[in-house]
């Protein structure tokens, strides 16, 4: 079959990325893109183990420049980015670098709606399970996503995490410092749900799960569900009493930083992050990018960033984060291999959806069995892979 011009050219361009190892021509979860690259060009790490929670490094040779973006906490800590209810008055800069009253986005407020203006030099990172902290009550982000600089008061989707209380001496909000554990999270990023983000505040973990379909290299069937152990430290009874004493307004603040909570959180944070630490210092060349997080004999999660200086930004919310669903589940003697991990990142081969806003952000979802997969892809200043997770979910 004779070729035409046009057609040859077409070929070589294939060839030629086939034979230098170029990201694909089609994209959508191609293999990473920007400097981070990403699950195919990233190293696992020897597990770090505690108890029963099993951290595995995500290690790569090189990261992105993040310091062009800003995370939510230092926004809000700095006073450049503000989250209120809906239909309150807040300040916004004029052209001239004055502030002015600014009407509320609508006429009231609503529990799975606020409004943010980034009033800063930076665009502002959002991940979803960021805790905000005052207005009619404390919220999480609903879904990753990047804020640029001087837009529109933005109408944020969100998850109310204080159930018992809708007043306040103010409808700003301020920063938690918090992400809220796993079992949370994944109902509010992955299913989307209020009553669920409800019901997994209240009960600690939502784990254990069937698999439907699982990935290859996977047996199909129940996975990781471990032997009986010890009962949970963070236990129904526990927490319900930290609601009884330190939270009657169920606010997951106020639950999870409780005395009869924190205290154990904190002996299980400081012990892992001296193991993790130990374990990932002398990197030459290489530094860590994300972990990926197992529960017994579970591989259940996984956050990776696109620099080492991200991710230090995030760990240490995440690590108390991955401690509190650690101690809601029960104590095993499983744990999860190298090859587990490896397994795990695999990207997902099935339904995929996006969203985007143009010039900004991709964020793209594929699912796989109990398996969810999400990518948050900036397209300014470059095209670059800001964050990925992974989960398997629990319902």
């Known amino acids: 079959m004779k070729l035409s011009s046009s057609t040859k050219q077409v070929v070589a361009v294939f060839a030629a990325a086939a034979i230098l190892g170029a990201p694909s021509l089609f994209g959508n979860f191609s293999g990473g893109s920007g400097a981070s690259g990403g699950p195919e060009t990233w190293r696992i790490g020897e597990p ?12 790569a040779k090189s990261g992105a420049d993040t310091s062009v973006f800003e995370t939510l906490d230092e926004g809000l800590a700095s006073g450049e980015v503000l989250v209120t209810e809906h239909g309150s008055e807040y300040l916004r800069r004029s052209r001239d670098g004055s502030t002015v009253p600014s009407p509320g986005y609508n006429s009231g407020a609503a529990v799975n709606q606020l409004v943010l203006i980034n009033r800063g030099k930076k665009p502002v990172l959002l991940l979803a ?9 404390d919220r999480i982000v609903g879904k990753d996503r990047i804020v640029p600089v001087g837009g529109e008061p933005l109408p944020l989707d969100v998850f109310c995490v204080e159930h018992g209380r809708w007043t306040g001496e103010s409808t700003k909000f301020g920063a938690a410092k918090m992400m809220v554990h796993p079992s949370v999270r994944e109902k509010a990023a992955v299913e989307a749900d209020q009553v669920q983000v409800w019901n997994a505040v209240n009960r600690g973990s939502t784990e254990t799960v069937t698999v439907e379909a699982a990935p290859a290299g996977v047996a199909g069937g129940t996975v990781g569900r471990a032997a009986a152990g010890a009962p949970p430290v963070l236990s129904a009874n526990r927490i319900d009493s930290a609601i009884a004493t330190s939270a009657p307004t169920n606010s997951y603040r106020k639950i999870y ?24 210092e002398g990197l030459k060349g290489e530094g ?10 579970e591989v259940a999660w996984s956050d990776a960033f696109a620099s080492p200086a991200l991710f230090r930004d995030y760990w240490s919310k995440l690590l108390r984060s991955y401690a509190v669903e650690a101690l809601a589940r029960p104590a095993t003697k499983e744990q999860a291999s190298l090859d587990d991990a490896h397994t795990f990142l695999e990207r997902a081969k099935g339904h995929e959806r996006e969203e985007s806003e143009p010039g900004v952000y991709v964020w793209r979802e594929r699912t796989q069995g109990q398996y969810s997969e999400i990518e948050l892809e900036s397209l300014a200043p470059e095209t670059l892979t800001l964050h990925w997770m992974k989960v398997l979910r629990t319902n």
């Not at 770090?48 to 995500?58: A, G, H, Q, S, W």
């Not at 399970?129 to 009550?137: L, T």
């Not at 930083?257 to 990932?280: H, L």
């Not at 860590?288 to 004999?297: D, K, L, Q, R």
């Open 48 to 59: 770090v183990r505690y108890e029963n929670m099993t951290i595995f490094p995500l290690i």
């Open 129 to 137: 399970g960021e805790v905000v902290a005052g207005g009619n009550q």
């Open 257 to 280: 930083q409780s005395p009869q909570i924190a205290k154990p959180v904190e002996e299980f944070v400081n012990e892992m992050n001296r193991r993790f630490a130990r374990s990932t």
């Open 288 to 297: 860590v990018i994300g972990v990926i997080v197992a529960y017994g004999g």
